[in-house]
């Protein structure tokens, strides 16, 4: 959607982002985590993870060790889920959100995107996991079943829910419902949490283009975009631009804006032409990854002091 103005002013200890992690994994994605966004967030991140790790520990006092099965199963991942709600509710925290170990968070750009919206009311906010809403079976007794749709937020792209939505989706997420709600629809745990609040709860899923999984391809978010960016007239043609809600007719860039209006769309798809006189100001990409696809390594091209080789996630 347009661009909106802050609803309310958010300080980092307002989200409660729960990164899920697996023992596994502490060495080869979490220490990386720590030394980037995480060292600099200690107050909003949340490590859930399977095991013990006193290297862990010594960094960061938020880790939960969820005592859910270190397997890569539905049921223990929908396990990981339960206990982050749960600990978030426990918080008191206007927002909750999820990220996975091989995430990055920029915490300035999402608690400027969360502010934009109320904690009170009913949001759900990422990037859909797929065009179309997802087709499933719920079991709604031993012998009856029927067909749901809905759409969901991939997790490995973070989501977001606020607290309002949140406190709304305990009879099916708090305790032990999570899991079992999960086993009604047989799904992973980014898709049950669509189905609780789209298919349950009737509230649709917030779109934006901000976060960012290594199931798209990275090279794509350009460098330039990383940034919050001011929008001026240049030589490149149309563009969707920030990975944001903006169409731009003519390129961007970090330099001020002359006087010349240019064109810029909003929505997608975009809506007709509108001249912006004044400057546009395009958020910067709230999430991004890494990964493999294709056998190929799927990053986000970014220059910077460290080779591909010694920093392969950038
Ligand atoms: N994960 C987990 N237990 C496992 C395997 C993975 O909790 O047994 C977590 C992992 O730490 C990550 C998320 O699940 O946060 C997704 O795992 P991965 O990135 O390996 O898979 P993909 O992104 O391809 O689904
Ligand atoms: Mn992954």
Redesign the pocket.
């Known amino acids: 959607g347009a661009p909106r103005a802050p609803a309310e002013p958010l300080a980092p200890r307002d989200v409660f982002i729960a990164?899920?992690?697996?023992r596994?994994?502490h060495r080869a994605?979490l220490d990386l985590l720590l030394e980037t966004w995480i060292s600099r967030h200690k107050e909003s991140a949340f490590i859930f993870?399977?095991g013990e790790d006193e290297v862990l520990a010594r960094h960061t006092g938020n880790v939960i060790n969820t005592n859910?099965s270190?397997?890569?199963?539905r049921q223990?991942?929908s396990c990981?889920m339960a206990v982050e709600y749960d600990h978030f509710i426990a918080s008191g925290r206007k927002w909750f959100c999820h990220?996975?170990?091989?995430?990055y968070v920029n915490l300035r750009a999402l608690l400027r995107l969360l502010a934009s919206y109320p904690h009170t009311q009913d949001v759900y906010i990422g990037k859909p996991s797929l065009d179309r809403p997802i087709q499933a079976t719920e079991r709604i007794s031993e012998e009856q079943v029927r067909p749901v749709h809905f759409w969901f937020a991939t997790?490995?792209a973070g989501f977001c829910i606020s607290r309002g939505l949140a406190l709304k989706m305990s009879p099916w997420a708090s305790g032990g419902h999570f899991m079992h709600t999960a086993e009604r629809i047989r799904l992973p745990d980014d898709c049950t949490i669509g189905y609780i609040v789209e298919a349950l709860l009737g509230v649709p899923l917030t779109r934006s283009r901000l976060f960012h999984?290594?199931?798209e391809n990275l090279q794509q978010v350009p460098a330039l975009e990383l940034h919050e960016q001011v929008c001026g007239p240049g030589p490149a043609g149309p563009s969707w631009v920030g990975g944001a809600e903006f169409y731009v007719e003519q390129s961007c860039g970090n330099t001020a804006p002359t006087s010349t209006p240019w064109l810029c769309r909003l929505g997608s798809p975009p809506p007709p032409p509108r001249p912006f006189s004044a400057s546009l100001r395009l958020p910067p990409q709230v999430t991004l990854?890494y990964?493999m696809f294709e056998n190929k390594r799927n990053a986000v091209p970014v220059k910077g002091p460290f080779s591909v080789e010694a920093d392969p996630s950038r």
Do not use: M
């Open positions: 990164v899920k992690t697996t596994k994994f994605r993870t399977d859910c270190a397997a890569h199963s223990a991942l990981k990220v996975d170990d091989d995430n997790g490995g999984s290594h199931l990854s990964g």
